[in-house]
């Protein structure tokens, strides 16, 4: 599976930006996608995931209600809509395929749970 990310850039606080994710390959048999931040000196920030076959949606804390996952299965694609973006989000974004759930049931909140990455794409938000 090959994932590549688009759609980073440079915006002011309070402005929106969408990233997308190509996925390519074996991508039919994956389970979710989801996307992360690596914030500076810091490991991977969960920020949200996305269900392949049925569409459900799951968020981090601080982005639900400003962040929107969506899919579009014929293009084999996800898009990441980011409103009321703050400085604090400037990082680089990635985003991330998972095989399977986790055998505990619990949301792919972690790293850990994808197997494929995309190189990422820079977001970074000015005052």
């Known amino acids: 599976v090959q994932l590549v990310e688009s759609g980073g850039g440079s915006v002011q606080a309070g402005c929106s930006l969408r990233l997308s994710c190509a996925a390519s390959?074996?991508?039919?048999?994956?389970?979710?996608m989801g996307w992360f931040r690596r914030d500076p000196g810091k490991g991977p920030h969960f920020v949200g995931v996305?269900?392949?076959?049925?569409?459900?949606?799951y968020y981090g804390d601080s982005m639900k209600g400003r962040f929107t996952i969506s899919r579009d299965n014929s293009k084999n694609m996800v898009h990441l809509e980011m409103n009321s973006l703050k400085p604090e989000e400037t990082a680089v974004y990635f985003c991330?395929?998972?095989?399977?759930?986790?055998?505990?049931?619990?949301?792919?909140?972690?790293?850990?749970?994808?197997?494929?990455w995309g190189q990422g794409t820079q977001v970074t938000v000015s005052l």
């Open positions: 390959g074996r991508s039919f048999e994956l389970h979710a």
């Open positions: 996305i269900h392949w076959r049925d569409g459900s949606t």
């Open positions: 991330a395929a998972a095989d399977g759930p986790r055998a505990d049931g619990l949301p792919l909140t972690r790293g850990i749970d994808y197997g494929y």
